[in-house]
T-cell receptor, first 113, second 114 residues
């Protein structure tokens, strides 16, 4: 009964570098979500997939942020030309169906220097 | 606008006492609510959920109450233990064809004194 896993757990990037964050959802979960959590704040929605289709990307803060889930399982969140304000914990969650409980991974803590 | 907020940022309770964490939401279209527990360095952990057609739901040592009239949600933890110390978030899911995205409040820190 593996839960949601994310890698890497920690990532340090120099400003301007590109980063890729990986999420392995719970097997069989249709829905996958990415959230961004700033220090001392609640998670904020970034984007949502139903299987391989990205149905909502309204939370992505800029066009430097890109997410994909090509085979409807593993997802990758990519951030191009990282900026200091991108420093945060990036959380992935999966759900068996839309409108059901979301189960979160441990997150990736991104620090941009 | 849409918001989910918590009345108290920090709650300190004695071990063994009951804890009540409150949450206000502003979107009357919200039809599903979840409480999460988040420990330092970890992702949010699902505690209990409730749909808008219910006003109470119980789990193991936890109860969630929903008052749609005043748009208020609460989490009750019975016989609070040191392991319950964490930040607690309420989250709402707006209905009517939404994508299922959750809107989180700021969180309440629960401190359990031994």
């Amino acid at each position: 009964g593996a839960g949601v896993s994310q890698s890497p757990r920690y990532k340090v990037a120099k400003r301007g570098q590109d980063v890729a964050l990986r999420c392995d959802p719970i097997s069989g979960h249709v829905s996958l979500f990415w959230y961004q959590q700033a220090l001392g704040q609640g998670p904020e929605f970034l984007t949502y997939f139903q299987n391989e289709a990205q149905l909502d990307k309204s939370g992505l803060p800029s066009d430097r942020f890109f997410a994909e889930r090509p085979e409807g399982s593993v997802s990758t969140l990519k951030i191009q030309r990282t900026q200091q304000e991108d420093s945060a914990v990036y959380l992935c969650a999966s759900s068996p169906l839309t409108g059901w409980g979301q189960f979160f991974g441990p997150g990736t803590r991104l620090t941009v220097l | 606008g849409e918001s989910v907020g918590l009345h108290l940022p920090t709650l300190s309770v004695q071990e063994g006492d009951n804890s009540i964490i409150n949450c206000a939401y502003s979107n009357s279209a919200s039809d599903y609510f979840i409480w999460y527990k988040q420990e330092s360095g970890k992702g949010p952990q699902f505690i209990i959920d409730i749909r808008s057609n219910m006003d109470k739901r119980q789990g193991q040592r936890v109860t969630v109450l929903l008052n749609k009239t005043v748009k208020h949600l609460s989490l009750q933890i019975a016989a609070t233990q040191p392991g319950d110390s964490a930040v607690y978030f309420c989250a709402e899911n707006i209905g009517s064809g939404n994508t299922g995205k959750l809107i989180f409040g700021q969180g309440t820190t629960l401190q359990v004194k031994p």
